[in-house]
């Protein structure tokens, strides 16, 4: 059984950083692509980031370019989030999922966690 466990928000004040840590079960991570997505009140769902760790490819998202990083440990099944530089825009429930594309498009991907809130407030 495919099942995802997201972990590690909380309320930082910006500029300060996170990790979050998405925990994967039920497959490999060279099985699935694992992105990572966040959802704001009253927002649309976006993609921030995505890993293939069988292709080691990754993408961001321009709002999070060069301030978030994704990585994968095969070895604890589980992809981080290090996220940098923090805005108040950032605000949102993150979600990670798994799918067999390495996008940032959330209808490709088949299998969701329960997300986890991060909150970027002075």
């Known amino acids: 059984q495919v099942q995802l466990v997201e972990s590690g928000g909380g309320l930082v004040q910006p500029g300060g950083s996170l990790r979050l840590s998405c925990a994967a079960s039920?497959?490999?991570?060279?099985?699935?692509?694992i992105g990572w997505f966040r959802q704001a009140p009253g927002k649309e769902r976006e993609g921030v980031s995505c890993?293939?760790?069988?292709?080691?490819?990754?993408y961001y998202a321009d709002s999070v370019k060069g301030r978030f990083t994704i990585s994968g440990d095969n070895g604890k099944n589980t992809v981080y989030l290090q996220m940098n530089s923090l805005k108040p825009e950032d605000t949102a429930v993150y979600y990670c999922?798994?799918?067999?594309?390495?996008?940032?498009?959330?209808?490709?991907?088949?299998?969701w966690g329960q997300g986890t809130q991060v909150t970027v407030s002075s």
């Open positions: 039920g497959f490999t991570l060279d099985d699935y692509a």
């Open positions: 999922a798994a799918g067999g594309v390495a996008t940032i498009d959330p209808g490709t991907y088949d299998y």
């Open positions: 890993i293939s760790s069988r292709y080691g490819s990754t």
